[in-house]
């Protein structure tokens, strides 16, 4: 799966190395490090990722059978409250403060990439001979936890408190139906496109800065 | 006394029913009458208790009511009147009384104060209902995840004194509106005893949905029980509804259905659904109280991997469930058990049909040993893509027979399939043995080794040994072994050949044979070498000096060389000395030793690393033949050549037929073969023969290392047609025969053995088409073959030809194998000379005796002939040959002959003239001698062909008129008067020879006018070519002969016809003087004979 993921970056490094250079904490906390690289890896990340948000998307859809599959299919009344919402007005977003915009930005990849494991191991319930779908899933979230190690890179480099990893989910309802799990894959792959989106703009931002 | 009656009639009517069926009618009539009566009766006695009543719940007790006047309160005394006599009180009016024995009861009704009437009543069970208590649900139970309702109730028993069947009734409700979805009934028995029953039914409808009603009630049949049964009231009702939460929710879920079958999905919702979606599918909606809907899927389809989507859309919201439609699982096929090392059985199986289902819902596969009682669950690989179907079972020490059933389940059913296995006799298939090795023994044996994992402790293996040699020759050998544990087995593989390549492998079995292992990898060895097992094949040849033996051998075969032969030894010994040559490499297979006449015998040995072989011998002289050998001839089948030979018991080693191409020079060896001492045929075939060429074969036979002639024979292995023609050569020519000689064709060309010569010939030129193809072939009928088979004749002569003829001579040689070329020359024979003398003389005698003989003949008849045609006196009354005219012309004139149109006219022109030449005719005596020249001169004129057509000349009408004819006429004119020309102007024509040729007739006539004359000289230079005095030679031409009979036909019979009028002649010809100018013509008897007298 690595090899496949690596295949796919188009950075020169290969994406297991950089993954492991970006989930690592940085070490040496106390020297003062210039944020401009680690906003531009992660920024870097977070466009490449963009590239492949619709795909998982589009692939989470199709195996989930009609309604989901059909074309054009979209129902933004489907919400989860363990998720985050990234649609936030463009007024409230640009008046953030960088460290509140990294630091909601950090807590949607955390929730996102708890949620993407549950994704995927209701898939493999559900679909468990469409190991194409479950790759995606699982690269997904290998990203989703690059970019937040991306992001706590930023907030060291900046001198922000890295705030505490915690439990996003919850009480995972384990007797969720059927429906229910496609549901929330589906909730979470989009949430995951759209925080992806917003994640390109804020470390644009910050990256003018 | 009324109301017995009353109660009586329908026992009445009871009884009745027995009746007759013609009795009917009268039983209604009178029943009618009694009613009626009845009625009457009541109406008197108000204040009387009447129409009493009884029923029953137990059967033990009867609860009777009766009817009286309200408004009193009244004390009844109830009275059974029998032997017992038992009397109740009441209050009420009702009473009751414990169940009366079968049969007619007087029962009085007494109201104690009131005396005015007491009631009397028979009453009997027959009239008594049986209604049973009202029953109770004691407890109505869901299971909402299976749509199940549970009812429990008790059936009070223990009230009855008898055993009874009972059914029961079970209504089952839905929706506030109660709408009745089933009524179901449930048969149970009484036995005396209060007994709890349980119900259940599975709803269609998810239960959560809508609230299901239950109420029920009962039927008790007891059989000893004679009066009316009727159903018991429905019992109160009781209902199941499921708390919703706040959240809509959609049910069922996560079904798991059979494909085909229907589901009922519903949506429990607070809002209104505007949509429902089965798949791709839209469904009606069906309203459930409140807002919640439900949907029936009918025959429902297998479903995707993820299941199948139910989806409700409302105005803001989404919800639904999943449906997965499968198939229980199959019963898994090809069960198989075996073991592959006597520790681990493996069993496998195919699933069969797929379920459709996956996931949690896949089948799950339990493997269990009935007689161990152990079982084994499948654990699906992680791989979907990879499944394969087999379980791993240990095996129990010292324990044969297994018994196992394998368990297919998924949540739609279960299957199963069984196998008894006898492990250790027919189910070991053993590993692929590993670590394979060969090793030499001997040059004709190696070892085999190999590893075999597995406890074949207590059991003999069976193992195959495939051997197979570098010329591909397989051969398969059984080898059994004792069997241990995970180790290494050893056998020895002999009777193999020395230096040979050999490929091993090897696969093992037990030796209750159920499978081989897998063959092992192939190993290639080679054996080690042996002493060669043979001398080479050897011959001898004397060189063509004579004073050289050369030594031939044959490389030795591989399974007779044993090894790589590294040289030979030769050596030639006789009594006295002995000659050797050694250590000859390898690739030499011949030598030459100088050796005088002497008997030698010469061995040959072969030797390889290991040894030598045993020497070859051969005597170096041959042993002379008595008789001498006469050359054979053979011709082979294609590919070789057949030789037979009688059986010689002297000839004890062997036969040996060389054989040679014949046209090498050299000594003659090509190859040999030796053929065993006892055969007496051999086939010789090689390479190098080729078909149309000629080789000699000898054949020897072997006594005591000698050989000695036999046979020599000359053949081809095939026949051809001769490559090239024979030469040949003319010999001599004459004028009608050839003599052609030819040669021999050299034997390579001949490429057969000859079997003659086809010559062909026939008249033909050089470069003409004619002859180009010769032969039986082209089928010239002019052509003439000759076959000749003797072919030592080398010469022929064709005889009976034409002289000074060009002939076309061809010549092919032919052999079995086909005719060869052709070779052709062109003669002309010579001229036969004394032929051509005899044609030319034979003719020319023929001629002279022939005008000999007529001479003669015409000399001594001349006065005759003379007295015939030419009498002296011309009169034409004496001529006879006019005679027979005489007749046709008397009526006209006795001068002339006439034909018709004969014209009077003419005859008087004629008979004026007649008497001009009477004179005159004395006067020419011989024009000849006095008018040579003219006749000369006239001469040429005489061949012209004058033809006219014969007129009617009109010479009396001096008409213009006749102008027209008057060419014609004046042909007339000239023909008749020209003749006359001469005697009147002997003279002018003589001097005018010229005018002579243009005459002018009118000049000397007295009767022709003027006018004619005018014409006649006009016409002068068209009948200028006109001479019919010069053409006396034409007056006599009677003859056929004469070249103006061919002119027509018509003329021919008019021809000289002395009446004719077409005739241009006279008809009384000059006598003497035309004759002479006649002689100047052409060829004429006539003339012939008249001219003899005047010579």
Known sequence: QDQEFGADLWFPLPAPLCLLTLLLPPLSSAAPISPAKPISQAYSLALYMQKNTSTLLQTYLQYQGSPFSDPGFSAPELQLSSLPSAAVSFKIWHALEDAERLSRAQGAFLALTQHLQLVGDDQTDLNPDSPILLAQLRAARLRAQGLLGNMAAIMTALGLPIPPEEDTLGLVRFGASAFERKCRGYVVTREYGHWTDRAVRDLALLKAK | MDIYFCLRQPLEMVDSKRMKTSSNFQWLLSSFILLCLMNQVNSQKKGAPHDLKCITNNLKVWDCSWKAPSGRDTLYEVCIENRFNSCYRSEKTNTKIPALLP?????????????????????????????????????????????????????KGSAFPHHSNVTWQIEILRKKKMEIVTLMTHNTTLNGKDTLHHWSWTSDMPLECVTHYVRMRCYIDDLHFSGHKEWSDWSPVKNISWSPDYQPKVFPEDKVVLVGSDVTVCCV???????????????SLIHLDGENVAIKIYNISVSPTSGTNVVFTTDTNLVGTVIFAGYPPDIPQKLNCETRDLKEIICTWNPGRPTGLLGPHNTSYTLFESFSGKNVTFKRAEDPADISYQLFFQMIPNWEIYNFTLNARNPLGQSESTILVNITKRAVYPHTPTSFKVKDTNSTAVSLSWYLQGNFAKMHLLCQVEITKSNSVQELRNVTVKGVEDSSYFVVVGKLSPYTNYTFRIRCSTETFWKWSSWTIEKQHLTTEAIPSKGPDTWREW???GKNLIIYWKPLPINEANGRILSYNVSCSSDEETQSLSEIPDRQHKAEIQLDKNDYIISVVAKNSVGSSPPSKIASMEIPNEDDLKIEQAVGMGNGIFLSWNYDPNMTCDYVIKWCNSSRPGPCLMDWKKVPSNSTEAVIESDQFRPGVRYNFFLYGCRNQGYQLLRSIMGYIEELAPIVAPN???EDTSADSILVKWEDIPVEELRGFLRGYLFYFGKGERGTSKMRGLGPETGHSDIKVKNITDISQKTLKIADLQGKTSYRLVLRAYTDGGIGPEKSMYVVTKENSVGLIIAILIPVAVAVIVGVVTSILCYRKREWIKETFYPDIPNPENCKALQFQKSVCEGNSALTLEMNPCTPNNVEVLETRTVVPKIEDTEIVSPVAEHPEDSSEAEPENHVVVSYCPPIIEEEIPNPVADEAGGTSQVIYIDVQSMYQPQAKPEEQENDPVGGSGYK????????????????????DDTAGYRPQANVSTWHLVSPDSPRSTDSNSEVVSFGSPCSINSRQFLLPPKDEDSPKSTGGGWSFTNFFQNKPND
């Open chain 2, 103 to 155: 049969g007619d009861h007087e029962i009085s009704i007494n109201p104690i104060h009131n005396h005015s009437s007491i009631s009397k009543f028979i009453l009997n069970e027959e009239n008594i209902s049986l209604i049973p208590d009202t029953p109770e649900i004691l407890n109505l139970t869901a299971d909402f995840s299976t749509s199940a309702l549970h009812i429990k109730w008790n059936d």
């Open chain 2, 269 to 283: 919702i607070q809002e209104k659904v505007i949509l429902a979606q089965f798949g791709k599918e839209k469904c």
């Open chain 2, 543 to 545: 060189s063509s000096d």
């Open chain 2, 728 to 730: 040949f050569t003319v």
């Open chain 2, 1001 to 1020: 007739p009118q000049m000397h006539l007295p009767v022709s006018s003027p006018v004619e004359d005018g014409t006649a000289e006009d016409d002068l």
